[in-house]
C-alpha cells in the first residue's frame, strides 16, 4: 500500500530504549547530544523576538514564489554584512534548509539520480534523497593529524557517474567541523563544469568559526561558479530553529543559472510554504542575531578549550581537529571497543549519552560525537565521568 520511497528501520535502537529506560526511572542523564539551542540555557531576547509577530502586515496574503521582497532584502543584508553582494532576484525563502534540499532535489533529480554528500556527515541527507525518489553517494572526508578533514578528491572523482546530478558541500561540516579551502572549493568548480552537476553548499553553520583563519571560505558567495546553490536560514544563524526560515540563494553561468531559477520558481510556487508571518518578521529578528551568535560562540569555544585541556594527555581518547561548527568528534580507536559497546556502557554505567560515528556515518569504527552546544558545566561532569570509565 505505502510508497516504497521510505524505506527504512523503524524499530528504536539499544542506545535509545535505555536512555528512555534511565529517564522513565527518573536518573540523572548527562546528555552530551542536544544540539536544540531552544532548550539550553541561552538567552534569547524574548521581547524583541515575540513582539515582531503583532504587525497588520500579516493579515494580508500578497504570495510570490521567491518570498516577500521584504524577506529577500534581509538575506541580502545578511550577505553585506559579509562584504558579499548578492541580487534580490537570485535568493528564494524556503521554510528551512531541509526544504530547500527538497525543492533543490525535485530540481535535479530524477528518480535514482545521485547526490554526492561527504562522508562522514549529518544524517538528514540519506532521508532528504530518499523522500525525493534520489540516492545518495557518498565521497570521503579524510582526517590528518595537523591539517584536519579534507575532501578526498580521487574518491570524489571515482564516485561521480553518469547519474550524478549535484555535489552537496556542508560548510563547515557537520560533525567534523571542517570549513573548505580556497583551493579545494576551485577544485569542485572545476569538477562541476566538467561533468555538468550543480554544486549545493549549505552554510547554516558557517558564522560558527573558533579561530580566524585565512585559508577557509566561510561562504562560497560571490566566488567563481558553474551552477551554485548557497543554503542558510535562521534554525542555526539567529539559534531559532522553530522560526522556520531559510533560503537558497542561486549563483553561476548565466545561462544555467536563469533556467535554474524558472523551474525552481514553478517549484516554489506550487508549494508557497513560508509563513507570510516568519517573512514579516524576518528583519526585526535579524536583529537579535549578535546576542544569540555570541552567547553560543563563547559556549562553542569554551567547551572545545576544554575538551582539548581535558583531553590533551591522553592516550586513548582523542579530541580531532574542529574548525567551527556545533559539534566535535572524539576518537577511540587506541582502545579497540566497538562504538555500540563504547556508547551503550557508557550510558549504562556512567549516565553519559554520546553520539556513536556509525550515526554518522564515519568511514572507519572508533568515533563518538559530542555537541559544543551542551551547558558547560554538564559538559564537564559528563567527560570526567567518561574519562573515568576505565579506572
Ligand atoms: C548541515 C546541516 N544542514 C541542515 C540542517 C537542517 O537545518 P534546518 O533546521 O534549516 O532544516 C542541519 C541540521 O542540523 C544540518 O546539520
Redesign the pocket.
Known sequence: MFSKRLNIEFEPNQLSILFNAKIAKGEKIFDLTS?NPTKLNFSYEEKLILKNFIDEQSLVYNPDPKGLITARETVKEYYKSLGKKVNVEDIFITP?????YSFLFKLLLDPDDEVLIPQP??P?FEYLAMLDSGNVIYYPLLYEHKAGWRPDFKGLQANITGKTKSIIL?NP??PTGSYIKSDDYFRFVDICRKNKIALIS?E??SDYDIEKNDDILRTIIGEKSYLNFI?N?Y??MLGL?QMKF?WIVIEGEEEIKSEAIKRLEVIADTYLSVSTVIQNASSKLFITKNNIQTQIRGRIKTNYEMLQSKLLLNPDIRLLKCEGGWSAVISFGNLLISEDKFVYGLLEKKNVLIHPGYYYDFIEEGFAVISLLTETHILEEGIDRLLSIYD
Open positions: 544540539s528551512s534548509t531541509s526544504e530547500a556527515c549529518y538528514l556542508i561540516n557537520n549549505d547554516v553553520f543554503l536560514g534554525s542555526k530553529p531559510g
